[in-house]
Structures are given as C-alpha cells and as structure tokens.
C-alpha cells in the first residue's frame, strides 16, 4: 500500500485583497522509503502543500478547500485534530526552513529534543534522555550530554538544524518532509546537512519530501522530482528522465537559469516575465504568458498531469499532444 | 545583442509591482483611518478641546454662567433645564466648572507631556548616539528611576513649594519622561545600525543630511504614538494630585479637583462625581484609542526591543 | 547571577544616600515647619519644642545627624504624633498596606492573566473584544472615581459591602479591586500582546508538528515567552500599587502607611516623611530586584549577558 497518495489538492488563502489559491489542484503519491523532491519558484505551492498536509496552516485565513491525502488510509485533510496530533511527531514528521526560528528560546535543547517522546511514547526522563543522546550522535553532534542542557541560541546554524532533524527523527517516523532545510545555511553547511539527510533516510528507510527551489539540491537525494508552478504540478518524473528529458517548458527554463551550467561571459538568463497573480488566476495553462513555445490553445485550456512515458508525466498540453521537444 | 525583455513589461496576468510609490507616511494614514476606534477617539478628544478651549466664550454666552457664580440661594440641585448638569453646594453650575476644569485639565496634560516629551527625547537620544559608558550610565539612571515611587517626589514637591501651576507642569513632566527616553534611545540605536544608514554613507550624504533625512523621520512615528499616550497618563497624575489636594487650588477647577469634591457628596448628589468622572474617562478612553490606533498604523513597537 | 545580585544591592547604596539627601533638604529648604499648625502656642514654646527636636542647629549640622542616624536604623521621633517614633508608626502601618498591596497585586495577576489568555487565544471574537474593552476602562477610570463608584454599588446600595474599614476579611474586597484594577487591566493588555506575538512565533509551529496538543503548545511553549512583558511591567507597577495606595487607603479608611505619608508631609512631620520615603524606596528597590531575578531566570537570553 501507498505511503502517501495527494488527490487533488486545493488550498486557499482569504487575505483582504482576495482570495488567493496558493495549491491549486496537486496530485502526487509517495511509495514507502521513496524519497521525492519537490522544486518550484517561491509562490510556486510548494510549502504550501506539505503544510497542508500537516495541518500546519493557520486556518482563519487558510482553507483547504477540496482534496484527499491517504495517509495510509486515513485522509489527512478529514481527520480529527486528536488523530492528526498521534500521528505528527511520530509517523510522520517535518523540519523547516530557520532552525533559529522553529526553536523555542525559553526551553533547552534537550527538553526540545525530548519533547516527541513525552508526547508519543509517555517515556520517562531516564529513557528519554538516553535516547535524546542517542539520536544527537547520531546526527553528529559530539558532547551530547552538555548540549542537552544548553539553548538555541548556545548553538551555529548547522548545528541547529542537526537538532531539528534528530528531533524529528528521534520517533523514527515514516515520512520526513524537509522544507527548504538548506537556504538558511552556509554553502559548506549545506552539504553536510544533505549527506545527514540521506544517510538517515537509508538507515531508518523512511520516505523524505525535499522542498527546494534548488534543482541542484534536489537532484543530489531523491530518486523523483515534481516541478510546481503557480500552484500546479507541471511535470513529475525520476530525477535522471527530469534532467536528461525534461518535459515541459517551465522545467526546461529552470535548468536554463543554473548559473553554473551557463557559459562565462555572457548575460545570465533569466525566466521572461513575472510570476503570476495569484489572486486572479487565469485560463488554461499558468505558465502560457512565460512559454516560449505557448500556442493558442495554451491560454484557453485548463491543463492535467498526464503521463507521457513511463513514470514521467507532464502537464504541458503540447507535449502531450504533439510530443513537442523542449 | 539583444536587450533582455523587460521583466514586467506586458505580460497577462502578471503580478504587477505597487502603482505608484506608496510612501510610509500615506500608507500609515490610510491605516489609521481604516480604524474606527481610533478616529473616534481621535474626533472625540478634538471635539472636547474645542468645547473647553472656547469655554470663556462659551460660558457667559451659551452655558449662561461662569465656572465661579454662585448662587448660595440654589444650592446642589440635580441636573434641569436652567442647569444643564445641575450645580454643586455652592450654587455653581457644573457644565461651566467642567469645561472650566477640562481647559485647565488638558492645558497641564499638554504642557507636562511637552515638558516630558523635551526631556525624554534629548535624554534618549544623546544615549543613543553616543553609545558606549555613557548611554549606559544615563540607561542604569532610568532604570533606577524607573523602579522607585517618582510620584512620591511629585507630591513632597507640590506639598513643600506651593502649588503653583508651573510647577506642577515640571513635576508632572519630569516623572513622566522615563519611558520615552527609553523608546528614543531605542530607536536611535537601531536605526544606527541599519543598513540604510550605511548605504547613504556609502552614497556620501553628509551626517547633517543623514540624521534630518534619514533618522528624524524614523524617530517621529515612536515620539507621535507614545506622547498620545502620556498625555492621558499625565492628566491622571494631575487628577491624582489634585484629588490629594496638591495640584490645582481653588477657585481654579481641574477635572481631579471636581471629581475630588463630587466623591466628597457623592451619596447625596451623584450627579456632581457621575459628570466629571464620566468625561475624563471619555477623554482618556479616547486618548488611548488614538494612541493604539497611531500605534498600529506607523507599526510601533514596545520600548524593550 | 550571584554577581548580578550583588551588583545590584551595591548599587543601593548610593541611591538611598541621594534619596535621604534630596528629600531632606527639600523638607528643610520649604516654607513652613512642623510646628506651624499649633496655633495657640506660644513663639517661646514653639522654639523651645524646636530645640528639643535639634531643630534649631546649623542646616548641615542637622543634616549629618540625620545621616548618622539613619545608619543606625534609627528613624527618629514624630512630631504630630509624639511619643511614638517613626519606627513604630511605620511597623504598625506597614502590615495594613502591604496586605492591600498584595491582594491587589493578586487581583491584578488573576484577572489579568485570565483575561488575556483567554482574549490572545480567541483573537478577534467577543472573547477578546470584550475583556479588552473592559481593560481600557480599568485604565481610563482612576482609582478615586472607580473605588467612590465601587463604594456606592456595592456597600451602599447592594449592600454587600462595609464602606469603610479594615475589620472583617470582607473589607478587604472593594479596596483590593479598586486599587488592582488598573492593574489588572494592564496585564490583561499586556498578557493578550505578548501571547499574541509568541503564538504566531516559528517555534509554535514546530511544537504543532510535532504533535503537541493545545493545551502544551500554550503552557509549555507559548507563556513563558509570552508573560515576559508582564513580569517586565511589574516593577513599575509593585511602586505604582504602593503609591496608589494613598489615594484607595483615604477612601476606604484602611490603617496603612500612605495615610501617614500624605498627612505627614502636609504636617511637616520632617523624620516621619523622611522615614516613608526610604522606607518606600527600599522596599521598591527589593521588589523589582526580584523582579529582575524572575525575568532572567525566564529568559535565557539574558543569562549570558
């Protein structure tokens, strides 16, 4: 059975300015131990997806306003708050974007750390302590009894986010979704958070989300790519296909605007055009006012994720009907 | 080669940047007016300036007497058609003693906030600047300040020096500085090492230039939302004199001097408590709902940050 | 921490010493003396009853007697009340407003920090618009109008209540309430805005994803954050309840040391004023050392400054 299976998710934010459809219409599934990575502009959705699935969104301005997300046979979207509060934390568990932000300053780390397995397993300090100590070795963090005691602010960014993820791993969870956890750190940091990733991620076989707008980072841990737009899946395939042959334009541009992978010298390229608005969303295909290669249809017809080859599906409607090269 | 397609130029459906620049000053008053509590506070406070600021005016002509006349023969009498809000022991009508006593009320809340206000801001902003021992000599004085009972000072110098008005202006306004020399040096220090200021160094904008364009602006949104605030804190104090005895003497009215006799009575004639008091909350009320409004729309912080 | 503490008790030292001098040569440099309202005595006997007190000395002279006993801990006589030294009057005094002081203090937590939770958790609702409502009204009304109000409700017309005194438990009630609710209605603010803050805080999100209910993610995570202006705010407020405390402990008759302190300072009573005054600041100046010990063991921020 699935991990995880999106049915057409929609996520709306009611701001004073309008009605905003941040997810508008996902659809994804995620096998046991599969690892997916999910790359888009800021805006694209893509955090907003995964909080969705939490149930992270504060939900006065947020609503999720249609779609199924089979967590093992209990939707997501439709459960209880008691049954949501079980399973977050332990079978599935996420860590964010700041470290310095996501802890709390008033508590140590150690209470922090502890916290998942006072909530989900009812331990005792003794226990929980040890396995608090256990986990931040195994996260690299030397000297473990001392940092237990110690506060965030005590520790670097890296070292922070090593806490987040041990916090998140320490109930060995089924699914990690990771949102952006490397844009708030150094370049040489950064690596090192993606190795703990992927060597966690093999010795506990759980399922990981990457939320990045780095095809680069994403390429380099999971073993299948969705590319978002404006709310909307574009293009889902295995990383390799994604990057050898891409499938839509939007997924094309991108690769484009790697800046290591343009010739020196000249002018970088840039995406033409503006993100759209989101408050008005238009017909037919998001990307069309960007596409080098829109038609007319293209702005008229709502587009689908359609699967064109073998595990690679894409939304872009001339690909799909003319097998269009991009 | 080719010129880059302009990023917005053009494109449907694409967010398009802000009209025209929305500038901080017009975007806080559109903020402001949005809030209703606010305005109303704001129109409350401005309506009863008016009425007590035209009180010599207003008093012989439209009220018909004088905070003063008496009329031994009329006594206390409950509110009538003669006596808009009835009169006090001494046959004085109320509503011209109220409208005396608010002038006076919101002359020494003005002027003891200006007073204050002088203090707080150079205090605060000469520790600001000039950083180092000093700003944190002058900060260690307010906090000390800060913890003891200043009011106690307040009233050992109302008691042992007369109450003359001035003074109490000073008094009033040297007890209430603290806070805003703390939010001023709060602000300058921030504002010293924001960017901005870099960057037009960087550009070569002399210093004078600098502190008038730069960091005079910033300052005033902190300055205009928390003298609002003092000035109802500062009529309370000066109510709280004057209930006391030691603020505003006969026959000379303040809103603490009415709400003092009326307590005095307040069994058998309630209307003489029920007025003054019922209007210096209105004015304070109002005060502070401007205050908090002002506070929201120039987005301003506490004084600890 | 130990050195914080020490610091802090060292730094006394020189406060009180300004404070004994400021308000001694205020008391002796003002017109008027101690012996002025007994009118039908004699000049001869007034310079007598002078001496007898060292009165007539040299100012400077009478000065460093003062300091000398002060460091004895010896307060001196009074004079309206003599026989009696200030040590004693203030020891008998002291327990009536230090009782007040605390229910006070007491009602203001409770309701406060009830309020404002309860505001800061159903934003925008009746839930919140209401206590704060109520709040602005606790600020706007002072304690000489509110406890007047409070007498002729409940004791006069309910009567629920004792309008005066200190006798039974009962007593305590209306004065506890007139004198905490300012107070009170400042925590409430106070606690609604700081909560508010934390709650939309990263690290509150974090403690959601991990599975914490409501009822952790407030206690455990939220409030120690969000009390932090509350305690901060205490300080002032500990002085605040002390000195408002002479206007609630007038109205309700309560035996306490404000009532000594006004009527001492309008009778000139030179050792009784000085005795008050110190003891207020010593007393204030513990306080908000304690407050300050709470505020750093909370935040751990400031442990490592």
Wanted: glycine letters at 8%; charged letters at 15%.
């Amino acid at each position: 059975m699935r991990l995880l299976t999106v049915t057409n998710l929609v996520t709306a934010f009611h701001t004073r300015n309008g009605v905003l459809r941040a997810v508008n219409g996902v659809s994804f599934h995620l096998e046991r131990g599969e690892t997916l990575g999910i790359v888009g502009e800021s805006g694209s959705g893509k955090s907003v997806t995964c909080y969705s699935l939490m149930g992270l969104l504060p939900m006065p301005p947020a609503r999720i306003k249609s779609g199924v997300a089979k967590f093992e046979n209990v939707d997501l979207l439709a459960c209880s708050t008691k049954y949501l509060n079980q399973i977050r934390g332990r079978r599935m568990a996420m860590i964010f974007q700041d470290p310095m932000t996501s802890l709390n300053p008033y508590l140590t780390i150690g209470e922090q750390l502890m916290e998942p397995l006072f909530i989900h397993k009812k331990m005792n300090r003794r226990s929980a302590g040890r396995r608090a100590i256990s986990i931040l070795h195994q996260v690299g963090i030397s000297d473990a009894g001392q940092r237990l005691r110690m506060y965030p602010h005590q520790f670097s960014g890296g070292m922070r986010q090593r806490v987040m993820i041990a916090m998140a791993l320490i109930n060995r969870p089924d699914l990690l979704i990771a949102d952006e956890p490397t844009t708030a750190l150094d370049v040489t940091v950064q690596a090192q958070i993606l190795d703990l990733i992927r060597n966690m991620q093999r010795e506990l076989g759980m399922a990981v989300i990457l939320i990045s707008h780095d095809l680069g980072i994403v390429s380099g841990l999971c073993r299948r790519v969705l590319v978002m737009y404006a709310g909307q899946v574009m293009e889902s395939a295995p990383t390799d296909d994604l990057f050898y042959q891409p499938k839509h334009p939007y997924t094309r541009a991108l690769q484009k605007s790697i800046p290591a992978l343009q010739p020196k010298g000249g002018e970088l390229y840039t995406i033409p055009g503006a993100p759209p608005d989101l408050h008005h969303p238009l017909p037919g295909c998001p990307f069309a006012p960007r596409c080098a290669h829109a038609v007319d249809y293209c702005s008229r017809e709502p587009v689908q994720l359609r699967e064109t080859a073998p595990g690679h599906s894409t939304a872009c409607l001339r690909v799909q009907r003319e097998n269009l090269a991009v | 080669m080719t010129a880059a397609p302009n990023q917005f130029e053009e494109v449907p459906g694409a967010a398009q940047p802000a009209e025209a620049g929305v500038s901080f000053w017009s975007d806080a008053r559109r903020r402001l007016f949005k809030n209703k509590l606010a305005i109303f506070g704001a129109v409350v406070v401005a309506l009863l300036a008016a009425l007590c600021f035209s009180e010599p005016l207003l008093c012989p002509r439209v009220v018909g007497f004088t905070y003063e006349q008496q009329d031994l023969f009329l006594g206390p009498a409950p509110p009538s058609a003669r006596h808009w809000l009835g009169t006090d022991p001494l046959g004085r009508d109320l509503l011209a003693r109220l409208l005396y006593g608010g002038k006076i009320s919101l002359m020494v809340g003005l002027c003891a906030t200006f007073v204050s206000l002088t203090i707080g801001v150079l205090y605060g902003a000469i520790s600001g600047f000039a950083g180092g021992k000093l700003d944190m000599a002058l900060m260690r004085t307010v906090d000390i300040l800060y913890a003891l009972p200043f009011v106690i000072f307040v009233i050992l110098l109302m008691v042992f020096f007369g109450q003359n008005i001035i003074l109490l202006f000073v008094a009033i306004g040297a007890v209430s500085w603290l806070t805003m020399a703390r939010i001023v040096r709060g602000q300058v220090m921030s504002l010293k090492r924001r960017e901005f200021v870099e960057a037009a160094h960087a550009l070569g904008l002399s210093r004078r230039r600098i502190i008038l364009r730069h960091i005079i602006p910033n300052l005033l949104g902190p300055i205009i939302v928390f003298t609002t605030l003092t000035i109802p804190d500062v009529i309370l104090l000066e109510s709280f004199l004057s209930f006391l005895g030691l603020g505003v003497q006969p026959p000379h009215s303040s809103w603490g001097v009415l709400i003092k006799e009326g307590a005095e009575v307040m069994e058998e004639y309630p209307w003489l408590l029920f007025y003054p008091g019922l209007v210096m909350a209105l004015t304070l009320f109002s005060l502070n709902f401007l205050g908090d409004g002002l506070r929201d729309a120039l987005d301003v912080r506490g004084s600890k940050d | 921490m130990f050195r914080f503490i020490a610091r802090r008790l060292l730094e006394t030292v020189p406060v009180m010493f300004i404070i004994a001098t400021a308000t001694f040569f205020m008391m002796r440099l003002a017109p008027g003396g101690p012996f002025d309202s007994e009118k039908n005595v004699p000049p001869e006997i007034k310079a007598r009853m002078a001496a007898h007190y060292g009165l007539d000395k040299p100012l400077f002279q009478q000065y460093l007697l003062q300091m000398k006993h002060l460091l004895q801990g010896n307060l001196g006589p009074s004079f309206k009340y003599p026989g009696r030294t200030v040590n004693e009057i203030i020891a008998d005094a002291f327990p009536a407003s230090l009782e007040l002081g605390a229910e006070a203090l007491l009602v203001a937590l409770v309701l406060g920090l009830a309020a404002g939770l309860i505001a800061s958790l159903k934003q925008n609702s009746a839930l919140d618009h209401l206590p704060m409502s109520l709040a602005m009204i606790g600020i706007c009304v002072p304690t000489f109008v509110m406890g007047p109000l409070l007498i002729s409700a409940f004791a006069l017309h309910l009567d629920w209540f004792n309008a005066a005194g200190w006798f039974s438990p009962r007593d305590r009630v209306l004065p506890a309430l007139t004198l905490g609710a300012y107070y009170a209605a400042y925590v409430a603010r106070l606690t609604r805005g700081g909560m508010l803050e934390i709650l939309h805080q990263d690290y509150i999100r974090t403690a959601r994803a991990k599975g914490a209910g409501g009822a952790r993610v407030l206690f455990k995570h939220a409030l120690r954050g969000g009390i932090l202006p509350v305690v901060s705010f205490l300080g002032p407020a500990i002085a605040g309840l002390l000195t408002g405390s002479f206007v609630v402990e007038t109205i309700f008759g309560v035996p306490g040391l404000g009532r000594f302190f006004v009527t001492s300072a309008f009778n000139r009573d030179y050792f009784m004023v000085m005795g008050s005054v110190l003891f207020y600041a010593l007393f204030v100046i513990a306080l908000n050392l304690v407050v300050d010990v709470v505020l750093v063991w909370l935040d751990p921020k400031l442990r490592f400054e």
